[in-house]
């Protein structure tokens, strides 16, 4: 990205700003828009865009971080079996500082657990072809992730490599923005749909907000210009009384998605009932192996679990619902902080806290 | 929740390929992307190829973003 | 120094046990490259001549860095530049360094060879001489082939006076060249990334350092962005003055290789280490002058200004970020190690 390039995005971000006002203006009350992609959440706190918006539009922040929408007892059965000997525990690195109902995979790692951070499933079979130890993959993930977990399945079917199995994590986003639609306490006119979820679902895949809950949306892509004009169509739609999912990202978004990323989904994966940090059970919300790759599925695998605990007093589950704003649970900027995380929303850098905390946060309270 | 990159395809094989961003070269599945070509840019996640650049598409958002920083220009 | 470095074949422990193996190991893969006449000695300590005039200064660092040999240095090389470089921030002349090794049984001849060079040109091109050191080895596992610690001791002259103390609200900041080549190198090698284009930035500064003394510009402090980067002086800084620190986005130099390895890991391209850095806080009507000096020297090309100093209200925070897009953030240090963001 060059100087000159940045220059121009910088002087299309005012110009949508703006525009953003204007249209806010025809729109005449307040309007509160939610993205539910991490990624978007980083994209947001760092750009610094809430703040751009005029006055009265407000964005939220719902469930858009995997890591942070992992229960507990995931960690727990993951941590568990990295105390079995001779495992090797493999995870993107955003699950190493997420609390448990005991210790973080960080401390659990400098205690001697073999637990090492990779940045593709594939990275976690060369560690399975290299080591010959029983190699467990964190499988944690929307749907953007969950075709290359599937991917690395296949591989290791075709190449007989039996010691990969996955525990796994994948979630469906979908479900979760009925969830959202259908609670009472959430108040959205529209949403910010994610663009890489949607490169692999296809943008049609959210029809429904609009068609049968008259939820709008626009599909976006990740740069502060993107996001901006997914909010000015969203305003402009509610200044028009119009409702409709539109997508912005054409440039790797297509209405039906990627079918062969589809395909190996299918192979191996079907839709479950899933627990959601927050939510408690969504229907068909989460991704089960299917029972002929038992031998893939580190969940079957029997482990001692410690009670579940959820640390007291935080209201994670709320600030992913996009109830309340971080500044409303008692432990934010607390004892609850970057430095010293308590929430999963705080230690994922795309956790909601974590990001309110980098925007928001101008002074010592 | 999904960081992708756009590189472009320099090189495949039948399911892997070498990819590159200014310079920066890494090898990647073409697993979820069999029929990509040599000198497409391909978004790139977590080690795959999970989808295309639709080049006009990406020609008319350029366009768009240099129509909306003249309107800043223009007094 | 123009001979060779000659290091055993297998390493055993034995050089380590201060016997014949291991005044083999110094006289043939060390001396003929670190040699010099406090150094040949081989003595229990090295007596000095008397300092120049001025306050002496003295620090110490350990390097770990992993891979040890890396596009643009090693872990030789960067140790004797890291250390130079910690003097020249507090406005010192370095003068000596102390070299002590760590080395793992069995680690490779060529990686103490290639390191023991690296040491030894970068003492010749910061004009130091390695006056003390030390090699240990212990057992194959207990350590992860060559660790080095230093010291090293130089002098403030007379009359300059460099540190935190001295900034004040209107002070330009500026730095020395692109961020992050250090760091986004480090992190290519080890996840797979291949460049051309990619190069550790390690390099000594102290003559950077001299010719913006020597330029007249009001220099106030001085910091170089190793761990944590820019982003971690700045902070740091910015608590250490009281006051606060606005950074643009847009002027900070990046190289597109280094963004290019930021994107594709999902790295922050202001907490990468840099290893031949400086961060400048100068008087506002000298910035001009100072970016001058800095640019004058071979690694100061693509040097800017980078931000601006400004007071602080009671318990508000000391670093902001002027956004590329537009905005403004708070920037806070990143918790714990980097974590390439996948998902």
């Known amino acids: ?365 | 929740m999904c960081l992708a990159i756009p590189m472009r395809l320099t090189e495949r094989g039948e399911l892997e390929g070498a990819v590159e961003l200014d310079g920066v070269r890494r090898t990647v599945s073409l697993m979820l992307l069999p029929d990509a070509k040599v000198g497409q840019h391909l978004l790139i996640h977590a080690g795959y190829a999970i989808g295309a650049v639709d080049e006009a598409e990406a020609e008319a958002t350029l366009a768009l973003l240099r129509e909306l920083a003249d309107t800043m220009v223009d007094p | ?343």
């Open chain 3, 1 to 343: 120094m123009t001979t060779t470095s000659r290091a055993p074949a297998t390493l055993l422990l034995a050089h380590g046990s201060g016997g014949r193996l291991t005044r083999e190991l110094v006289r043939e893969a060390f001396l003929p490259v670190l040699g010099n006449p406090f150094l040949a000695t081989l003595t229990d300590a090295a007596v000095l001549p008397e300092l120049p005039p001025g306050r002496p200064a003295l620090t110490t660092d350990a390097f770990v860095v992993d891979p040890a040999v890396f596009p643009g240095g090693d872990l030789g090389y960067l140790s004797v530049v890291g250390t130079v470089n910690d003097l020249a921030m507090v406005g010192a002349r370095p003068l000596w360094l102390t070299w002590a090794l760590v080395l793992e049984e069995g680690a490779p001849g060529e990686l103490i060879s290639t390191c023991a060079t690296g040491a030894a040109r970068a003492a010749a091109e910061s004009g130091i001489a390695i006056v003390a050191g030390d090699t240990k080895v212990v057992p194959r596992g207990k350590g992860d082939g060559i660790y080095a610690v230093t010291a090293g001791l130089g002098v403030v002259p007379p009359g300059r006076d460099v540190g935190d103390h001295r900034i004040v609200a209107g002070d330009a900041v500026l730095v020395s060249g692109p961020i992050g080549d250090h760091g986004a190198t480090i992190m290519a090698c080890r996840h797979g990334l291949g460049s051309d284009d990619l190069r550790s930035d390690c390099a000594g500064e102290a003559a950077l350092v001299e010719a913006l003394f020597a330029s007249g510009a009001e220099v106030h402090s001085l910091h170089d962005p190793t761990r944590g980067g820019v982003l971690a002086v700045c902070h740091e800084t910015g608590e250490r003055c009281g006051l606060r620190i606005h950074l643009d986005e847009l002027a900070i130099p990046v190289r597109p290789q280094v963004r290019a390895v930021c994107d594709v890991l999902g790295l922050e391209v202001l907490s990468l280490a840099c290893e031949g850095r400086v961060v400048a806080w100068v008087a506002a009507r000298d910035a001009g002058r100072a970016l001058d000096a800095v640019r004058g020297q071979g690694d100061g090309e693509g040097a800017a200004v980078i931000g601006r100093v400004t007071e602080r209200g009671a318990g508000e925070v000391g670093l902001v970020l002027e956004t590329a897009a537009g905005g403004r953030r708070p920037l806070d240090l990143m918790s714990g190690s980097d974590l390439p963001r996948i998902c």
């Open chain 1, 1 to 365: 990205m060059t100087h000159d390039r940045l220059l121009r995005d910088r002087a299309a971000v005012a110009g949508l700003v703006r525009r953003i006002a204007d249209a806010a203006a025809r729109l005449g009350r307040p309007a509160t828009y939610m993205e539910v992609c991490g990624t978007h959440t980083h994209a947001v706190a760092a750009a610094g865009l809430r703040r751009m918006l005029p006055d009265g539009i407000r964005l939220v922040s719902g469930p858009g971080c995997p890591v942070c929408v992992t229960p507990v007892g995931y960690l727990d059965r993951a941590l568990a079996l990295a105390t079995r000997p001779g495992t090797v525990l493999c995870t993107f690195g955003d699950l190493m500082r997420v609390p448990s109902s005991t210790v973080t995979l960080e401390q659990a790692r400098a205690e001697g657990r073999d637990v090492r951070i990779v940045y593709s499933p594939r990275d976690a079979l060369a560690i399975a072809q290299a080591t010959g130890q029983e190699v467990v993959f964190l499988a944690v993930g929307f749907e953007t992730t969950t075709p290359t977990i599937a991917a690395a399945l296949a591989e290791a079917e075709a190449s007989g490599i039996p010691n990969f199995q996955i525990l796994p994590g994948s979630k469906l986003v979908p479900p979760a923005l009925l969830a959202l639609v259908d609670d009472p306490d959430l108040e959205v006119h529209g949403f910010l749909l994610p663009g890489h979820v949607s490169v692999l679902t296809g943008w049609e895949a959210f029809r429904f907000l609009a068609e049968e809950h008259d939820v709008p949306g626009a599909v976006v892509g990740f740069a502060p210009t993107d996001i901006l004009r997914g909010v000015l169509e969203l305003l402009e739609q509610n200044a028009g009384g119009r409702c409709a999912i539109v997508n912005l990202y054409g440039t790797v978004v297509s209405p039906q998605g990627n079918p062969t990323a589809a395909a190996l989904v299918e192979r191996f994966f079907a839709p479950a009932d899933d627990s959601w940090r927050g939510f408690g059970e969504i229907p068909h919300s989460g991704l089960a192996l299917r029972p002929e790759w038992a031998h893939r599925d580190a969940s079957r695998i029997p482990v001692v679990l410690p009670p579940p605990r959820e640390p007291a007093g935080c209201r994670c589950g709320e600030v992913l619902r996009g109830v309340i704003d971080p500044p409303e649970c008692p432990l934010f900027d607390a004892s609850c902080s970057p430095a010293t995380p308590v929430g999963a929303c705080m230690v994922s850098s795309e956790g909601t806290c974590s990001a309110w905390f980098r925007q928001e946060r101008w002074g010592s309270a």
